[in-house]
């Protein structure tokens, strides 16, 4: 994969309140112009993913905005193995010490994974279609090989005045409401946005088993 594109539209009055601006991106951004009466800005915003080594991009830990007002188009390549979907949108990855770090974003919707030889750790999060509630999941083989992550995540979802659910058998779960923007003069029905405040704990949790260096038994 070559590059992403990601092309944020926001309303004026909300750009000035929230984090639109892409602060985490790796190149400058490129403003459309307007035409006359017009109160949305179409910002385009190039971010290159990681060569194959050990450095984890900040934006990955720091997490992103999640929003319907957000739209990112990742430059996919042909894939053979993929008949049914040629055009293969592999995941920015890293390589580290015992496994490979991966994260994919889609505007409304993030996750992070650490995937080792047996097994894949996740955390990630989705915005609902109507924007009112972000679900947030924790792979239930991160909370088997991370000591208290499990209590941490239904810790801060209860912080956050989420709902905890405990049923599903590949995650734990997190539902949280979202609200609305409030800001004077912002546009009728604007699309709400969520910043997952707990992002970087879980997300350097989770990746943590990656960044373990493997133990090599001596040879008797």
């Not at 944020?8 to 190149?27: E, F, H, K, M, Q």
């Not at 659910?165 to 409401?177: F, G």
Request: with cysteine; aromatic share 6%.
């Amino acid at each position: 994969m070559n590059n992403i594109t990601k092309t944020i539209v926001c309303g004026l009055s909300a750009l000035a309140l929230y984090a639109c601006s892409s602060d985490n991106a790796s190149a400058p951004e490129q403003t459309v112009s307007q035409a006359p009466g017009n109160n949305v800005e179409q910002r385009h915003v190039r971010i290159d993913p990681p060569d194959e080594t050990d450095s984890i991009p900040e934006s990955w830990l720091e997490g992103y905005t999640l929003s319907k007002m957000i739209m990112v188009d990742h430059w996919c390549v042909e894939s053979p193995e993929h008949p049914d979907n040629p055009m293969w949108c592999l995941p920015p990855r890293v390589q580290l010490e015992s496994g490979t770090v991966t994260n994919m974003y889609w505007g409304t919707s993030d996750r992070i994974s650490c995937e080792l030889a047996e097994d894949t750790l996740t955390y990630s999060e989705l915005l609902s279609m109507d924007d009112s509630t972000v679900s947030k999941k924790l792979s239930r083989s991160a909370t088997e090989l991370i000591t208290d992550i499990a209590e941490a995540f239904r810790d801060s979802c209860e912080a956050e005045g989420g709902t905890f659910i405990d049923t599903n058998e590949d995650a734990l779960e997190c539902e949280v409401k979202t609200k609305p923007l409030e800001c004077e003069g912002c546009p009728v029905n604007l699309g709400r946005v969520y910043t997952d405040p707990y992002w970087r704990p879980f997300a350097e949790m989770v990746i943590s088993p990656c960044r373990i260096r493997p133990q090599i038994e001596p040879i008797e």
